[in-house]
């Protein structure tokens, strides 16, 4: 039985469920919404999925030690076998400082010919922070295709060490030359910074560009959270693109438009009632701007009672929260998700009944002792803490 359910509008471990829950499934969540940012991100190309991906991992786990030398390490970076350069960028991560015979020849590797080596030594680069600006920077200059793609955003990932890059950037961006244009936007987005927020005119010009128009809707948001009656269009529009699998190179529109906080409610409501759109990205924003907010999506939230998937598990916890539900309405819904085929659903259905205080139903505790021992560490121990909780 497959864990998750299929379908792009699915909003199966949903960041709205993930915030009801009091046991800890924010992680998961958080981790899948990462994950699949570096995926659409990365879609150029091997080499930027693997720097993405190292990114959520290194985010995960303790930095293991050098493993050795550095400088005897950075030999392996010109083996004849790719694999074995690979191995050897990888290593390297964990050697800060860098002596400089081993920054120069991690330099060297980000022309290497295998994209998965390149990527590690850019990744193997990070944590030099302002001294690998120069060397980006030159490659920005002077290189093409995948190895301008790399070096644009490996300097967005230096955070504050690489804004002593953004004049080059925007230069780069103002000359228009023919590739990475999107790249050196969200580049100059990430990195922020006084220089930044002073191109926000530049970007405002770039929404006019049919190419460029998402990510410019993005770093104005970001930037300065101005424009709103030009922006917030296209990050809705980007939104809807990026749901719907059309290759949107835009993958935090949802994230954007919450910088408009209160002019975005009109959007949000709009959004709650596409069902194209998880309804996730709708309810969460809405909820983080409060119950006045939250109560003007009541009508959505009762058209969800009768919808698919599980819609009306969401919505009777939002009815619930503004007191426009029985706690008897509320129990029956639950009900109705104890028998689900997805284990998750069912534990929130529990946690439902838990709270309505329909503690009684004998099916509770069968759902609960089935899962204690589920293959999956987060249904189990989220099982384990509902079982304790019904002990009481």
């Known amino acids: 039985m497959p864990d998750v359910p299929d379908g792009p509008t699915s909003d199966y471990n949903s960041p709205v469920s993930l915030a009801r829950d009091p046991i800890g499934w924010s992680l998961i969540g958080s981790l899948g919404m990462r994950a699949r940012k570096s995926l659409v991100v990365g879609s150029g190309g091997v080499a930027i999925l693997l720097l993405s991906w190292a990114g959520v991992l290194g985010s995960l786990t303790d930095v293991p030690p050098c493993a050795g030398d550095p400088v005897n390490l950075a030999v ?6 790719p694999e074995a350069r690979r191995q050897a960028a990888i290593a390297l991560r964990y050697c800060a400082p860098l002596p400089d015979a081993a920054f120069q020849a991690l330099v060297g590797a980000l022309d290497d010919t295998s994209s998965a080596v390149a990527a590690n030594a ?18 920005v200059r002077t290189k093409h295709g995948q190895a301008r793609q790399l070096a644009i955003r490996t300097l967005g990932r230096l955070g504050e060490s690489g804004r002593p890059a953004v004049g080059v950037l925007l230069d780069e ?5 023919s590739d990475q244009g999107k790249d050196l936007v969200v580049t100059i987005r990430d990195l922020d910074g006084d220089e930044a927020r002073a191109a926000v005119p530049l970007f405002v010009k770039l929404l006019d560009d049919p190419e460029l128009k998402n990510e410019a809707a993005s770093a104005v948001a970001r930037l300065s959270g101005a ?4 922006v917030i269009p296209i990050l809705v529009q980007a939104l809807r693109e990026q749901t719907q699998g059309e290759g949107c190179a835009h993958p935090t529109a949802h994230e954007d ?7 975005a409610i009109p959007a949000w409501l709009e959004l ?12 969460r924003a809405l ?4 119950p006045d907010a939250l109560r003007g999506a009541t009508p959505q939230l009762h058209a969800m009672l009768k919808g698919p998937g599980r819609a009306p598990l969401d919505a009777t ?28 659903w069912r534990l929130d259905a529990v946690a439902g009944l838990l709270r309505v205080d329909r503690t009684s139903d004998p099916r509770i505790e069968e759902v609960l002792k089935a899962l204690v021992d589920d293959r999956q560490k987060d249904v189990r121990e989220r099982a384990r803490a509902l079982l304790g909780q019904l002990r009481k």
């Open 257 to 263: 438009l919450g910088r408009y906080g209160e002019l």
């Open 287 to 290: 909820e983080s701007l409060g």
């Open 76 to 81: 392996g970076l010109s083996a004849a076998d």
């Open 122 to 139: 850019a990744e193997a680069l990070i944590p030099a922070g302002a001294r690998a600006v120069a060397p980006l920077v030159d490659r």
């Open 227 to 230: 424009y709103p009656n030009r």
């Open 173 to 177: 961006l103002r000359n228009r030359r």
């Open 317 to 344: 916890g939002y009815l619930l929260d503004l007191g426009v539900m029985g706690s008897d309405d509320a129990a029956s819904i639950y009900q109705k998700f104890l028998s689900h085929e997805y284990e998750r």
């Open 272 to 283: 709650l009632s596409d069902p194209t759109v998880p309804r996730s990205f709708s309810l």
